[in-house]
């Protein structure tokens, strides 16, 4: 099983709104990311978790949260987003630190803010 | 500071030709590389990777080449198809959990 699995594929939501969205992998990788991808632009890494916890965070605004319930799941909520935060969710996982294996990603969610 | 550089942002090729494309890297560092193809509004897909200790990866029509000392790899798709129209991604990394850097990708357009 090489799947990253993410949910929901399309999201419309106002900018009032809370949602979240999940990313789920049963590889046993333990690093996962959120990037963010607007059209005709290389993937924007957004954070990083690294055995659970954040390791890294590339400045993003606080109306996105990240959560990794468990080494399994991946969630990011959003809150009070803006329309400029509309794009392709994309959340990858990746192998452990002795093995320099590819990052595998999922097939995104469609987010549009209105 | 762009670390990945696809200095291409489109190219075009005849079905059954090769493809080509290029990426050049700044960062000594990174120890292996990867391509990744991605279709409108899917995630992008692994293609095919290389470790900085080779200098030349064949997986089925697609192969990497890599040189170091230039910084520069190219993926090379032979014979080309039009099913192969997509964006390319070339992305560098470190072992660990460190995040790749991708380029900005190459459009291959393959014409029937």
């Known amino acids: 099983d090489t799947e990253v699995t993410q949910t929901p594929k399309h999201l419309v939501m106002g900018m009032t709104n809370k949602k979240s969205l999940k990313c789920e992998q049963h590889?046993?990788?333990?690093?996962m990311y959120w990037y963010k991808q607007k059209a005709k632009k290389p993937p924007e890494l957004m954070f990083v978790y690294s055995y659970e916890k954040l390791s890294i965070n590339e400045s993003v605004p606080s109306r996105f949260s990240p959560e990794c319930p468990n080494s399994s799941l991946l969630n990011l909520h959003l809150h009070a987003l803006q329309p400029e935060d509309s794009a392709l969710y994309l959340c990858?996982?990746?192998?452990?630190?002795?093995?320099?294996?590819?990052?595998?990603f999922g097939q995104g969610t469609r987010l549009t803010v209105v | 500071d762009q670390q990945v550089k696809q200095n291409s942002p489109s190219l075009s090729v005849q079905e059954g030709r090769i493809s080509i494309l290029n990426c050049d890297y700044t960062n000594s560092m990174f120890d292996y590389f990867l391509w990744y193809k991605k279709y409108p509004a899917e995630g992008p897909t692994f293609l095919i990777s290389?470790?900085?200790?080779?200098d030349k990866n064949e997986d089925g029509r697609f192969t990497v080449f890599l040189n170091k000392s230039a910084k520069h790899l190219s993926l090379h798709i032979v014979p080309s198809q039009p099913g192969d129209s997509a964006v390319y991604f070339c992305?560098?990394?470190?072992?660990?959990?460190?995040?790749?850097?991708f380029g900005k990708g190459t459009r291959l357009s393959v014409i029937a």
């Open positions: 990858a996982s990746k192998g452990q630190a002795e093995r320099r294996t590819e990052a595998f």
């Open positions: 290389i470790s900085s200790i080779k």
């Open positions: 590889m046993g990788h333990r690093a």
């Open positions: 992305a560098a990394g470190n072992s660990g959990n460190t995040p790749l850097v």
